[in-house]
C-alpha cells in the first residue's frame, strides 16, 4: 500500500500517523482513504508552489481543497470530526461510569 505513495505522500502519512498516535483513530479499512487524502494533499501542494495558476490550475486547486477537507472528515482529521470523537468518547465514558454504579 505504501508503495504506491510518491515519497511526498509518505511523509504526510507518516506526519499524520505520528499526530493521532495512541488514539485508536484508525484502522485497516481507511488505508485507502487515507492514501487518497495524502495524495490530495501533495497535489494541492504541488499548485500552491506554482508562481501562476491557470484557470484549469485554479479549478483543480478547489477541488482538492474540497477534497481534502471531505476525506478529513471521513477520516476525523477534521476538528469538527475530531470534536465528535472526543464528545463520543466522552458519552461512552460516561455509560460506562454510570453502567459500574448500578451493576
Not at 505520528?18 to 495524502?38: A, I
Not at 472528515?73 to 472526543?86: C, M, N, V, Y
Amino acid at each position: 500500500m505504501l508503495a504506491s505513495l510518491s515519497k511526498e505522500a509518505k511523509a504526510v502519512w507518516f506526519r499524520i500517523l505520528k499526530s493521532v498516535e495512541g488514539l485508536e483513530l484508525f484502522d485497516n479499512m481507511d488505508t485507502e482513504l487515507l492514501e487518497s487524502y495524502c495524495n490530495v494533499v501533495v497535489k494541492k501542494k504541488e499548485l500552491e508552489n506554482r508562481s501562476m495558476l491557470s484557470v484549469e490550475d485554479t479549478k483543480a486547486y478547489q477541488a482538492y481543497i474540497r477534497l481534502q477537507k471531505s476525506l478529513a472528515d471521513s477520516l476525523g482529521l477534521s476538528p469538527a470530526a475530531r470534536a465528535r470523537l472526543i464528545k463520543k468518547a466522552a458519552d461512552k465514558e460516561l455509560e460506562d461510569q454510570f453502567g459500574k454504579e448500578f451493576d
